[in-house]
Structure formats: structure tokens, C-alpha cells
């Protein structure tokens, strides 16, 4: 799904039994990522979500290939945010004019 091949996942077996395989490597190479949504339509969980954050700064490219951890902490920062709400808002706001 992603055209800029930015995201590498590694299936392994699930431990658990309402589940065949889950990812053991998920990772996000931020520096590749062209943010143009494929993968958010793609994913069959709605697990991924594209936000207004995208401005990203390191020391090193290592440190911009994200992995789980480093993804949900970013979560942690935007789950309050409706950006897409915001402006769905906006557009039929604008519309009514």
C-alpha cells in the first residue's frame, strides 16, 4: 500500500488464539513517508491515522525509523486532535456562505 516502501512489518505467530499472526517488527521510516494516506485507507484495524504533526527533526536518519513505541508515543500526543473533523467542519462551514 505504500508507494514510498516506508513501512516494514515482520508477521510472527500469535500467542494468542483469536489471532493467526500479529507484527513483531512494525517500523515507519519517517524520512521516506510522502504522507499521502495510502496506507491509513489500507488498513484493515484503522490502526493507522495521518495527523497535521509531520515536522519531524533528529541528530541521526536511525532515529526517524519509527517503531511501535515510538509510534504510540506520538498517539499519546495527538488522540485528542479532530484534525479531519476540524476540517470537515470547516468545508461545510465554507460551503454555507
Not at 536518519?61 to 515510538?70: F, M, S
Amino acid at each position: 500500500a505504500c508507494p514510498a516502501n516506508c513501512i516494514h512489518i515482520i508477521g510472527g505467530v500469535a500467542p494468542w488464539d483469536d489471532r493467526e499472526k500479529y507484527p513483531v517488527v512494525f517500523e515507519i521510516d519517517m524520512l521516506r513517508c510522502i504522507y499521502c494516506g495510502m496506507c491509513e485507507e489500507a488498513c484493515p484495524r484503522e490502526a493507522i491515522e495521518l495527523t497535521e504533526v509531520y515536522d519531524f527533526a533528529d541528530y541521526s536518519r536511525e532515529a526517524l525509523v519509527w517503531d511501535k513505541e515510538k509510534l504510540l508515543a506520538m498517539y499519546d500526543l495527538t488522540k485528542d486532535h479532530t484534525y479531519h473533523l476540524q476540517k470537515g467542519e470547516k468545508i461545510v462551514d465554507d460551503m454555507r456562505q
